[in-house]
């Protein structure tokens, strides 16, 4: 029983792992990103921090460490090698929770600003509502931590806004007019 849940443990790791992999080569960490460590059959050693605003990390063992500018699987390397000389053939698994997006919205209609927070890039395209390339930037230019800023609806147009109210007024006005005078 012990194996199976080791076994189905692993496997619900390696999928985050796995879900990880996109940014482990192309996202470099960055202060206020969030780590979640562990160690496999080592629960000790379970952390799950934010880089510190220096670009530190505090891990078991190691210490304070600098990570700021690495990409997940440069991180990784540098764990497995220096856990190694602690534990016999270290597991590290590594979850990455990268800073969110912030998109502004104003909606000039109802003169609002709202602030949502995007967890992906495809997130924040979806909440910033038009093409990237209206904003002048490119779906590679948005990234992680960054705060942008887009206007969505219309502005109020009167009659655009009242015309019910326009026709309303001038049918009362007609009809008045057409009583009083007969």
Known sequence: MKKLISIIMIFIHLTFLICNLSLADTYRLSPYDTIELEII?????KTKQAVTPDGLLSLPILGMISVEGYTLTELQ???????AAYLK?????????????????????KETWEVKEAKSVEEAQALIGI???DLGLRTSDLAYGNVYKVSVGRQPDFIEDNWYKIIAAV?????TYAT???
């Not at 059959?41 to 050693?45: A, L, P, Q, R, V």
């Not at 049918?171 to 009809?175: D, Q, T």
């Open 180 to 182: 009083l005078n007969k």
């Open 41 to 45: 059959n080592h629960s000790e050693f």
């Open 131 to 133: 093409p990237t390339s």
């Open 77 to 83: 390397d540098y764990l497995n090698h220096n856990y």
């Open 171 to 175: 049918a009362i006005a007609a009809g």
């Open 89 to 109: 053939n270290p597991q590290i698994l590594l979850k990455l929770t990268p800073k969110p997006i912030y998109i502004i919205q104003y909606d000039r209609k």
